[in-house]
């Protein structure tokens, strides 16, 4: 029998193991990812960009590829070994990046920037869907959850440690202190992680798997909750991390702090702040409540709903401690909805159609914060700055039209849970 056909017996410690592993994977991918974020303002002031340029160069470039190879990835990962699928995936990204701390010039970044997006795209969802084959349906929104961490915990790395490798030798030395490690989990997944048998711990069906694009949107379309989820989730990584995207370059500018001292800032609420909303999240769906969807839904709502209001002032004060404090409040929600959502999603699709339902969310949230939001922020500070005069500050009033926008993503993940009961059956 061939690697690829073992069945896996699904045992407690096998399942925390590539839990565990898998989470680090993703923590390597929002890593490389943030990076660039906590580094725009001195790649923007060396290669002497306006808000806009920057944007597309650190941004828009990763999504062009990020979002359009992601989902025929995905359906590979429907029929294919999703162990050896995000393998490559990380070995691609992590070299790539490695590659960023090597350019010289604008063009050879942002060709380096379309290759990270390619293999950052192979990343999620053969992830998230080798986990629903570990966890059963009740327990996959906690397990999703947990493999949230690694957002948190990636960054922290892009925050913290690439603004401290940024402030002692340069922006390009970031990249490799992140790239290179990446290159040895790839191996550790290839070599010690098993392909678990699809859909091992889902209801036997008659049903012949048929996972294309068409066939995955006209389920989907069929799914009021599951459309109202990828709207809310999408909406709500354009409302969170869009502001995240621009933090550091704002502190940069309106609070007069360095790459480093933004980034020292930033990092520990990521990884303490943002630790804790994901395991407080992680706790919730553990409990006994949490097995009805509509509770998991109207939490979600109610978070994504009270956390816009800090969001919204964080970026109105000058004070920088009132700004401290009101950002200790606002990242954790970014990480809350993560996990939920994903596993919410799982759970109200069948097997063979997990991992297209994932790049379904990751190519509408990442359309919304690595392509509308950083570009439309960028565009606007520049109207602000040279239409009205606001100087350094044309930054702030960009992300203050974003941060309201919490609100519609609230709505969306409450209305979610009106019909996920019935989705959920109908899927399974």
């Not at 303490?272 to 919730?284: M, V």
């Not at 991992?355 to 939001?373: D, E, G, R, S, Y």
Request: net charge positive; charged share 10%.
């Amino acid at each position: 029998m061939s690697d690829d056909q073992q069945i896996d017996t699904a045992l407690p410690r096998d399942r925390w193991y590539v839990l565990a592993v898998l989470t680090i994977a993703y923590a390597l991918n929002i890593a490389d990812r943030f990076s660039i974020s906590t580094l725009i303002e001195p790649i923007r002031l060396e290669l002497q960009l306006s808000d806009s340029g920057v944007a597309f160069l650190t941004g828009v470039a990763l999504a062009l590829f990020y979002v359009t190879v992601g989902i025929p990835i995905a359906a590979l990962a429907d029929r294919m070994n999703r162990r050896n699928i995000l393998a490559i995936a990380i070995a691609l990204w992590s070299g790539m990046t490695a590659l960023c701390g090597l350019a010289q010039n604008y063009w050879q970044l942002l060709l380096a920037r379309f290759a990270v997006g390619i293999g950052e795209a192979g990343g999620t969802p053969p992830s998230t869907s080798m986990l629903a084959d570990k966890f059963p349906a009740a327990r996959r929104p906690m397990a999703l959850t947990i493999f949230a961490l690694g957002a948190c915990l990636g960054a922290w790395l892009g925050s913290s440690v690439a603004g401290a490798a940024a402030e002692r030798s340069g922006w390009r030395a970031a990249f490799l202190v992140l790239g290179i490690p990446g290159l040895l989990v790839a191996l550790i997944v290839r070599l010690t992680v098993r392909e678990p048998r699809r859909g091992q711990l889902d209801a036997p069906s008659t049903d012949p798997p048929r996972t294309t694009l068409a066939a995955s949107l006209r389920f989907i379309a069929a799914q009021r909750s599951a459309v109202h989820l990828l709207a809310g989730g999408s909406i709500a990584t354009l409302w969170s991390w869009g502001l995240m995207w621009w933090t550091p370059a704002f502190l940069q500018r309106s609070h007069h702090m360095t790459v480093g001292q933004a980034g020292a800032l930033l990092g520990p609420m990521h990884l303490i702040a943002g630790t804790a909303g994901t395991l407080l999240a992680g706790w919730l769906m553990g409990r006994r409540t949490a097995a009805d969807p509509r509770h998991v839904a109207r939490l979600l709502g109610w978070v994504a709903a009270l956390t816009t209001i800090p969001s919204i002032f964080v970026y109105w004060v000058t004070s920088d401690r009132a700004a401290t404090l009101l950002l200790w409040i606002f990242v954790p929600a970014v990480y809350f909805y993560i996990g939920p959502i994903l596993g919410l999603l799982q759970n109200v699709v069948p097997a063979h159609m997990r991992a297209m339902v994932c790049a379904i969310l990751l190519f509408t949230a990442n359309v919304a914060n690595l392509v509308i939001a950083p570009q439309v922020i960028g565009w606007l500070s520049d109207w602000f700055a040279a239409s009205f005069g606001a100087g350094a500050e044309s930054l702030r009033w960009a992300l203050l039209l974003l941060a309201p926008t919490g609100f519609w993503a609230a709505w969306h993940l409450w209305t979610s849970g009106g019909t996920i009961r019935e989705d959920e059956a109908r899927a399974g």
